[in-house]
């Protein structure tokens, strides 16, 4: 009987922690009603290096080279360097041809961060830059990502976030629920964080980082196998904020197979997971000693993988108790609130109603991304097993997924204006 007594206490303690994570971000979704302020218009000043690291991209790093060299911006004030690594077709002949300069890369690589920590040494021993912009060789740029950027760091700014958009939000149910996910980020996570003065998150790809801040921070130098994170935790633990700079957009290839996202996801999942077991004392330490109040966003968010772990281990021990015929009380003893995270038809249709909510907001309504919204909730779920398998067996290559969506910036935004599910408010 004492064990059925400790299960009750845990099942109490691991819904009690879980609805604390799922609050916190559900107090800041309250905020993604708010409007952003716009920066001001400021006239050309800085001067940018473009960062592209490449593998195997000659599909589709043309397109992204000419989106970058119509920029409405200054030609003398950015330059666009493409670093293939690990290349087995014409990557780097294909970017020469569209106008970008190539930059070798002398090192090993086994994941992006290595790339760019031989890119940057390379660059800021040259000197010459105010900033950097790093983007995936299968980003397209809207024409204005220079000026915006410009603006951010004449507002002050030593670390950016763009927006990041699908450039395939209809290619397949998979490419659809990626779509949405990544505006459920802009609007629920960067867009709300920025309305409170609070931090942003660098997203994959679409920043920029003062060259002054590389500087100080000795180069670029990151480990797990999301060096976005990781980098965003490492400014956060120096007292540097990221800016959220919507009017910086981009438009990003999405995995159209469940085979590729898994293995993608997978890879985020280990990021985050080794994010976790190298900085979140650290976080902890900036937050309580250090009053360093953007650091609490962080350390929530490396939560993520254990959060969902604790979720699927506080319905197992529910589950145990159930067919014990032993009563157990949670946190909170509300029954709605209950059926949300137990019930699959009512979680299903919680899930549904946040994507719509989100697609709505974001102005990307039409009725081809129904299928993604309608799929979300799979999609969020598979990310469970994924999370428990990299706990025991985490990802420690960066295995290329290939990129095939060969479109250029004009198709996307149609020369003149852009379709209404590409709009940004």
């Known amino acids: 009987m004492a064990i059925l007594l400790d299960l009750k206490h845990l099942a109490w303690t691991l819904s009690f922690l879980f609805t604390i994570y ?87 690589v086994k994941s992006k961060g290595q790339v760019l920590n031989d890119a940057f040494d390379q660059l800021l021993s040259g000197g010459g830059y105010d900033a950097f912009c790093v983007f995936d060789a299968d980003n397209l740029v809207h024409q204005d990502f220079l000026k915006s950027m410009n603006n951010a760091l004449c507002a002050g700014a030593r670390v950016g976030q763009a927006y990041r958009d699908s450039k395939n939000p209809y290619d397949s149910v998979v490419s659809g629920c990626y779509s949405v996910y990544y505006w459920m980020i802009n609007r629920l996570i960067n867009h709300t964080r920025s309305v409170v003065g609070l931090s942003a998150i660098i997203n994959g790809s679409g920043f920029m980082v003062r060259a002054d801040l590389l500087q100080e921070m000795g180069g670029w130098h990151t480990f797990t196998m999301t060096e976005d994170i990781e980098f965003t935790t490492q400014c956060l633990l120096r007292g540097e904020k990221v800016m959220w700079v919507p009017d910086a957009r981009i438009y990003d290839e999405q995995p159209v197979t469940f085979a590729q996202s898994w293995k993608q996801r997978k890879r ?136 095939t969506r060969n479109v250029s910036i004009d198709e996307i935004s149609g020369g003149r204006k852009q379709p209404s599910f590409l709009k940004i408010t």
């Not at 032993?326 to 919680?350: A, Q, R, W």
């Open 22 to 108: 799922i609050a916190y971000y559900a107090v800041f979704s309250l905020l993604s009603l708010k409007r952003s302020k716009a920066l001001k218009e400021c006239a050309p000043q800085n001067r940018f290096a473009i960062v592209i690291a490449a593998r195997n991209e000659a599909c589709v790093i043309g397109n992204l080279v000419e989106s970058l060299m119509v920029q409405n911006y200054p030609k003398e004030l950015y330059d666009v360097y493409v670093v293939p690594n690990n290349c087995t077709d014409n990557t780097g002949a294909a970017a020469r041809e569209a106008g970008a300069l190539l930059l070798e890369c002398r090192v090993p």
């Open 268 to 403: 985020w999942s280990t990021g985050l997971l080794q994010g976790f077991e190298l900085y979140f004392t650290k976080l902890v330490k900036a937050v309580f000693v250090e009053k360093k109040v953007n650091c609490i966003d962080q350390m929530v968010f490396l939560l993520a993988p254990c959060m969902q772990v604790i979720y699927i281990a506080s319905l197992a021990v529910g589950l145990l108790l159930d067919l014990c015929y032993v009563k157990y009380d949670l946190f909170p003893e509300k029954v709605l609130y209950y059926k949300m995270f137990v019930s699959l038809n009512v979680s299903y249709l919680t899930t549904l109603a946040l994507s719509v909510y989100t697609i709505i907001m974001e102005r990307k309504s039409s009725l081809r991304i129904l299928g993604g919204a309608a799929a979300y909730w799979l999609f969020i779920v598979s990310w469970i097993p994924i999370n428990i398998i990299c706990l025991f067996r985490k990802t420690t290559t960066w295995d290329e997924i290939k990129h």
